[in-house]
């Protein structure tokens, strides 16, 4: 079984400074890992994910996330923020075989000070 | 319409009514889901369809009905809810079943049961 914990469930930044959002993964078989990023009054959008390839994956709008097996995590991080950013994020986790059971954390809203 | 598209975007019903909530997807996907999102707990997926087959239901109450009538559609027939159903339902579809596939999520019910 599969299962993602967000650190903190609000994250709050000023303008150009670095976005760290946290997701630590448990995987009892090669977890495949995702973030998804949900504007307001919308549906959930990919914002990259993780299929074994490279350890560090890079994704849309400037976001990027590593993933360290020996830590179990999957950080989500963007060096300057800007204020589209502010959203709701979203890690995800599915095991090798059965992308049915994808696991999604709790989500984190990232508020972006001017 | 492109992508995945959900109707109604907000519902109000009553214990007693029954209602159904539309999906349809423009991207020529084999697979959707079902998912329910409420306020401060992760995603859960509720059905899942292939092919037009439901390949799995994750122990959802009867009084949630699904039903795939071609890829592109889907329905949730709602009968009997609780106020504690009261939550955003999202619909997703994929290319097939699989870890490689991205999930498109359309931008959901907005589901409020008095």
């Known amino acids: 079984a599969q299962s993602v914990t967000q650190l903190g469930s609000h994250v709050s930044v000023s303008e150009g400074a670095l976005v760290l959002l946290r997701c630590n993964y448990s995987s009892s078989v090669p977890p495949y890992l995702f973030w998804y990023v949900q504007y307001p009054n919308q549906g959930l959008q990919l914002l990259l994910k993780y299929t074994s390839a490279a350890t560090l994956v890079k994704g849309i709008n400037g976001f990027e996330a590593e993933f360290k097996k020996s830590e179990t995590s999957f950080h989500l991080t963007k060096p300057s923020a800007h204020m589209s950013d502010a959203a709701e994020y979203f890690c995800a986790v599915s095991g090798y075989y059965n992308n049915n059971d994808m696991r999604f954390g709790a989500g984190t809203r990232l508020t972006v000070k001017p | 319409e492109t992508g995945v598209t959900q109707t109604p975007r907000h519902l109000v019903m009553g214990m007693t009514n029954k209602k159904s909530l539309k999906c349809e997807q423009h991207?020529?996907?084999?697979?959707m889901y079902w998912y329910k999102q409420s306020a401060k707990k992760p995603l859960e997926l509720m059905f899942v369809y292939s092919l037009e087959e439901r390949v799995e239901n994750n122990s959802v109450p009867s009084r949630f009905s699904p039903e795939c009538p071609n890829s592109s559609h889907l329905f949730l027939h709602l009968h009997t809810l609780q106020p504690e159903d009261s939550a955003l339902y999202l619909c997703a579809s994929s290319q097939r079943q699989g870890v490689y596939n991205e999930q498109f999520f359309g931008p959901g019910t907005r589901l409020t049961v008095l």
């Open positions: 991207l020529g996907h084999n697979a």
